[in-house]
């Protein structure tokens, strides 16, 4: 997850136009809780340093949109989104990141790097590998982040955005900086996994610590023990646990940054604004969603930008998946 200040917030739903919803609906309806069969399967591509594991649907030429997911999740958070969108005529990309699921290192002497540039270069290295100039990126969490800096540094890559909880790119000097007391205690895997108690604690109960914070992120969302199990196979990847401690540490400036990433960095530790078409989304339960109903974050997005909170929580297009395909599609739109 990304660091920001726990609220609960009231609900604001932005309109949708009525042809988008009663086609959403309709879509919704034909393929009411989206089957395994109908996201799968999983594709593998070779892109950049990863071999990629990925699921696509919908038509090859339509307008490409990259669904992003964050921790701990997997590609499974898109699994109804996923199927609404190709039903409108995209053509929808969703990878698992470095260290989940079915994407692997291409060589064993590659090093794991966690710098938030990383994840970003990844994606585009995707993009390259199918061919895609441009495309509607969308995500949560480390999703949202990963959205953010390529729309940031690369815009001509990124034809809209939306991310959840809106501006995510990591500031390390700020993350120096103590929360107040409550914002502190949600974080308290962050601090955690920067012990070498943390690392075991993950290497050896890593479904129970995903699912404990699955709970917490979503306290209104009921999902099956299935559900989640189906995630947590993804988290069997040789990688995970180093990416995600890595990645934790790096966030709170204990694990060095890598010096490929350097000027990047330097360009991303000055918080670039946004100007590709974004929507927003925030989840009224989700215990990082910012004060201000977006206000927070607002002045960082300088394009057509428009703003929405969902009555759920952290897990936003697996809570709300029909809310969330229109948002992608109203974003690519606007």
């Known amino acids: 997850m990304e660091n920001h200040r726990p609220s609960r917030r009231g609900i604001l739903r932005a309109g949708v136009p009525a042809a988008l919803a009663v086609g959403l609906g309709t879509t919704a309806a034909s393929s009411a809780r989206a089957s395994a069969g109908a996201f799968g399967p999983v594709r593998q591509i070779d892109a950049g340093v990863l071999n990629v594991g990925y699921v696509e649907l919908g038509p090859a030429h339509g307008t490409p949109v990259v669904l992003m997911h964050g921790f701990p999740y997997d590609i499974h958070s898109y699994e109804e989104v996923a199927p609404l969108l190709a039903a409108q005529g995209y053509r929808v ?24 540039a990383a994840f970003a270069l990844d994606i585009l290295a995707l993009m390259d590998a199918l061919k895609i100039q441009r495309a509607v990126l969308a995500g949560f969490d480390w999703g949202s982040r990963t959205g953010d800096i390529i729309a940031a540094l690369w815009p001509e890559r990124v034809r809209a955005l939306v991310s959840v909880t809106g501006y995510l790119i990591t500031n390390l000097a700020a993350n120096l900086l103590p929360l107040a007391p409550a914002a502190e205690n ?16 993950l290497e050896q109960n890593t ?21 989640y199990d189906r995630t947590a196979a993804a988290f069997r990847n040789p990688d995970y646990v180093p ?20 000027a990047l960095e330097t360009r991303l530790q000055k918080a670039p604004a946004i100007g590709v078409p974004t929507i927003t989304l925030d989840g009224k339960d989700d215990p990082f969603t910012p004060p201000g109903e977006g206000s927070t974050y607002r002045s960082h997005f300088t394009g057509k930008y428009r703003h929405r909170t969902l009555d759920v929580g952290h897990n936003v297009p697996q809570e709300a998946p029909r809310e969330f395909a229109r948002a992608v ?5 606007l």
């Open 186 to 201: 949600a974080w308290w895997y962050q601090y955690y996994f920067a012990t070498e108690r943390g690392k075991l604690g």
């Open 207 to 227: 479904a129970e610590i995903g699912q404990f914070i699955w709970k917490f992120n979503s306290p209104t969302w009921n999902f099956t023990q299935a559900v």
């Open 93 to 116: 990309v969703v990878p698992y990141f470095r260290g989940h699921g079915s994407t692997t290192f291409r060589s064993a002497g590659t090093p794991r790097n966690v710098d938030q």
């Open 243 to 262: 990416i995600v401690i890595g990645n934790y540490r790096w966030r709170l400036s204990r694990k060095p940054a890598e010096p490929e990433y350097a």
């Open 329 to 333: 599609i109203e974003a690519d739109r």
